[in-house]
């Protein structure tokens, strides 16, 4: 969806029709004939105008390096390019396989590079390696996925773009000197059709001569008859044919990588020293790191780069576009352009919105509904209640003043008779009074 | 980022080994791409504007050394004058030290020839289009060449005629239109016709008449790169448009055989500076600035036309909004303040 926003501005085939060709388009039928200089024009100087341009921009390559944890990735990079790539050893203690990447600004004479390397973290650490492979595709998709959103936008700016796909990938194969782990053949196999593979033996010091050399043999064909296409070096050019038809004979390269330095004769080389002899580095008879070097920085570095933009790029792109539901023709052969099937498919995509809006629109609407019945029920519940309490207190009322009432008349029946009795008593007393009287007399 | 330099070698007074300058082989790289080009070749497609007459076709022979136009395709000349503006595109092989060139003339035979020229660059830019429509349409394809057949027009010299006045309508015309969508690069044709004093004030008063109309030809001012190429380009931005004289014939001068015009007062030496520019011409459209040409075309006129073509369909196809706003959802708590909202 990301993609078809994207998308949201692409173009028409049909709308060249307001291009009405009203001139007269005459080519003349010649075709492209070859045509001798009179004398020197100066064009020849093009190559060099393309390198200087090339060299003010900059360069860009990207390696991934997939191998154990331990098997000498780092140290590999660090002595290829006579750097300290400041990495730390990773932990075997990985739930996942992790890629980490760092970019580096190199220059060497005039030529400024920009290198990616990225390492997995954590490969074949993990009790099960089923899932090992997923994060590295999952990264070079990503990678491929950037550059395809890049070019697909309205206002991009594909030279200014920092290319991050990734160009060579460097397969680390552990010493065991008997053959391919399947773990090397999985993730090769799903990688063969991204990347372009180019598989090394790593700490081929392990390795004597002859079993280096059976070893060999042994993992080319595990690949040839696996199906796992490594990256070959081109043999298109006259100029690099030949070395790079010998150094293809010589795949996997076993590599040595170290950057200490031992004294050997007068020279300090980068070596690796043992009780029983050193290892030096950049000496063919005891390595290929010479052979890697050659091939992947002097001789192939832009074959690499080419073949990840024509190749496995354009796969990729392909892949996408046409899992996304864009085609070039339709089923009757006719050429579709990208903006019908996208406008088709955006139609879809607006009624489908619409039609999950209404739905929505209608649920929002029944819960109101339910929602006002619910409170409706509860307000006359109420209303009921209060009516009732409203009854009970006027009967209570009624009650309170019956009882008043009476009370009221039996404080005035009670008032009268007690008046009474006092008339009574008075009269009686004075009664009494008169007659006490008398008698005295 | 680290920033990483070769080692130098120690240069110490005491006996310590000296270690080997140690050399990784990046710059191979320059190597490598030189080799790619030189086997890919090139692709350099140049157009020339101008009434007949005006020496079109010869100073492109003179310019490639070559016959890469033919002047007139009926050599019995019927001076067959188009009645519409033709365009006319020819391809030819050229190789020079190795490199190779497919090197395309776009001839425009009809222009400005008309009684009535108005919008008689309208089929040239409309054929300009073309070429960057084709490209477009190659480049959005899924299954696409590896290489897209380069087929734009890379530069379009526009020949003024040596009046020594000032610019006519239709030059300013064609060149405020076409400026904008290719690198235009003005020259003054049949420059011989002129003093050298009438061709510096003519030129000046072109260069004041494109500025004032907005023109901006190539080098593009605004598409300097660093203060190093403003430099360069300052300078000959100081120089256009080149007076050129063209010739196909040579002559023998001071015991050498050069190209030139011989007149009864004198013989024009083509690539002498001091008699015509064209040696500044070609120096900048092949020897040193034709990459940079190409760039342009490639990485700013292109993308503006495709910029274009993106909103024009954008527009032409779509009346609702790009961004279709999601619907709320609702919330059940909030029923009462919505009750109002909910028609």
Redesign the interface.
């Known amino acids: 969806t990301e993609l078809l926003k994207v998308l949201n501005h692409s173009i028409s085939k049909s709308v060249l029709t307001t291009y009405t060709r009203d001139v007269s388009l005459v080519q003349t039928g010649e075709g492209v004939r070859s045509l001798s200089l009179a004398g020197h024009v100066g064009f020849d100087s093009l190559p060099d105008q393309l390198v200087n341009k090339s060299i003010c921009q900059g360069f860009c390559f990207n390696i991934l390096c997939i191998g154990e944890t331990g098997i000498g990735k780092s140290t590999l990079m660090d002595t290829l390019f006579n750097t300290n790539f400041e990495n730390f050893e990773s932990s075997h203690f990985e739930p996942q396989v992790k890629l980490r990447a760092q970019t580096y600004d190199l220059q060497e004479s005039n030529v400024r590079l920009r290198l990616t390397v990225v390492n997995t973290v954590g490969f074949g650490d993990q009790m099960n390696k089923q899932e090992s492979y997923q994060p590295v595709v999952d990264y070079i998709d990503r990678q491929f996925e950037s550059y395809l959103q890049e070019e697909l936008k309205i206002k991009r700016s594909l030279h200014n773009y920092h290319d991050s796909r990734v160009h060579a990938c460097l397969y680390f194969i552990s010493p065991s000197g008997h053959s391919l782990k399947s773990l090397d053949l999985v993730t090769m196999k799903k990688l063969d059709s991204k990347v372009n593979i180019i598989p090394v033996i790593a700490k081929a010091d392990t390795i004597s001569k002859s079993e280096l050399h059976k070893f060999k043999i042994k993992i080319m064909s595990e690949l040839v008859s696996n199906g796992v296409q490594i990256y070959q070096f081109p043999l298109d050019d006259e100029t690099v044919a030949k070395v790079n038809t010998t150094m293809n004979g010589h795949l996997p390269f076993a590599v040595v990588g170290s950057t200490e330095e031992v004294a050997v004769g007068n020279k300090m080389v980068k070596a690796r020293q043992y009780p029983w002899g050193v290892v030096q580095v950049e000496n063919e008879n005891h390595c290929d790191f010479v052979k890697l070097r050659e091939m992947l920085i002097c001789v192939n570095m832009e074959d690499l780069r080419e073949q990840t933009h024509t190749r496995h790029y354009e796969l990729y792109r392909r892949c996408k576009l046409e899992e996304l539901g864009f085609k070039d023709t339709d089923s009757e052969c006719k050429p579709v352009s990208l903006q019908q099937t996208y406008e088709a498919k955006r139609q879809e995509f607006l009624v489908e919105l619409q039609k999950r809006e209404d739905e929505m629109r209608q649920m929002f609407v029944q819960r109101v509904k339910e929602k006002e019945a619910e409170l409706k029920d509860a307000e006359r519940e109420l209303q009921g209640r209060f009516e009732q309490l409203k009854r009970l207190h006027a009967e209570e009322k009624a009650a309170l003043e019956e009882k008043k009432r009476l009370l009221d008349e039996d404080q005035s029946s009670f008032g009268k008779r007690k008046a009474a009795a006092q008339l009574l008593q008075a009269q009686s007393l004075t009664a009494n009074g008169k007659k006490d009287k008398d008698r005295k007399k | 980022?680290?920033?990483?330099?070769?080692?130098q070698p120690q240069a110490k007074g005491e006996k310590t080994?000296?270690?080997?300058t140690?050399?990784?082989?990046?710059?191979?790289?320059?190597e490598?791409?030189?080799?790619?080009?030189?086997?890919q070749g090139?692709e350099?497609n140049v157009m020339v504007v101008g009434q007949s007459g005006l020496g079109k076709s010869t100073l492109m022979n003179t310019?490639?050394?070559?016959?890469?136009s033919r002047k007139s395709?009926q050599p019995n000349v019927e001076e067959r004058i188009?009645k519409?503006?033709?365009?006319?595109?020819?391809?030819?092989?050229?190789?020079?030290?190795?490199?190779r060139?497919?090197?395309t003339v776009i001839d425009t035979p009809g222009f400005g020839d008309q009684i009535n020229n108005e919008n008689c660059w309208q089929?040239i830019m409309?054929?300009i289009?073309?070429q960057y429509?084709t490209y477009?349409?190659e480049e959005?394809?899924?299954?696409?060449k590896?290489r897209i057949p380069d087929t734009r027009v890379h530069c379009c010299i526009y020949f003024i005629p040596p009046t020594g006045h000032c610019l006519r309508p239709l030059d300013v015309e064609f060149m405020r239109h076409l400026s904008k969508v290719v690198n235009i690069v003005p020259v003054i044709a049949k420059a011989d016709t002129l003093t050298l004093e009438e061709r510096d004030s003519f030129k000046k008063t072109i260069r004041e008449e494109l500025r004032a109309n907005g023109i901006d030809v190539y080098p593009q001012k605004e598409f300097d790169?660093d203060a190093e190429d403003r430099m360069i380009n300052d300078k000959i931005r100081e120089m256009i448009p080149f007076a050129v004289v063209g010739s196909d014939q040579e002559y023998q001068v001071n015991g050498k055989r050069i190209l030139g015009r011989k007149t009864k007062w004198g013989t024009i030496e083509v690539e002498n500076i001091a008699h015509c520019e064209f040696a500044y011409l070609?120096?900048l459209l092949?020897?040193?600035?034709?990459?940079?040409i190409k760039?342009i075309t490639c990485?700013i006129h292109y993308?503006t036309y495709?910029?274009r073509?993106?909103?024009?369909?954008?527009i032409?196809?779509?009346s609702?909004p790009?961004d279709?706003p999601a619907?709320a959802?609702?919330q059940?708590n909030g029923?009462a303040a919505?009750?109002s909202s909910?028609e």
């Not at chain 2, 310019?63 to 890469?68: E, N, W």
């Not at chain 2, 092949?286 to 940079?292: A, E, K, P, V, W």
């Not at chain 2, 073509?309 to 954008?314: A, C, H």
Request: aromatic share 6%; hydrophobic share 35%; charged share 30%.
């Open positions: 980022m680290s920033e990483a330099t070769k080692p080994p000296i270690s080997d140690s050399y990784v082989g990046i710059d191979a790289i320059l490598q791409m030189r080799r790619k080009a030189m086997k090139f350099f310019l490639f050394k070559s016959k890469v395709v188009p519409t503006v033709e365009i006319k595109s020819v391809s030819h092989d050229v190789e020079e030290k190795g490199v060139m497919k090197l089929p409309k054929f289009n073309d429509e477009l349409q959005i394809n899924i299954n696409r590896k790169e070609r120096d092949i020897r040193t600035h034709m990459q940079n760039d990485s993308e495709r910029v073509r993106l909103n024009e369909s954008n032409l196809f779509t609702n790009p279709h619907p959802t609702p059940p029923v919505h009750r909910v």
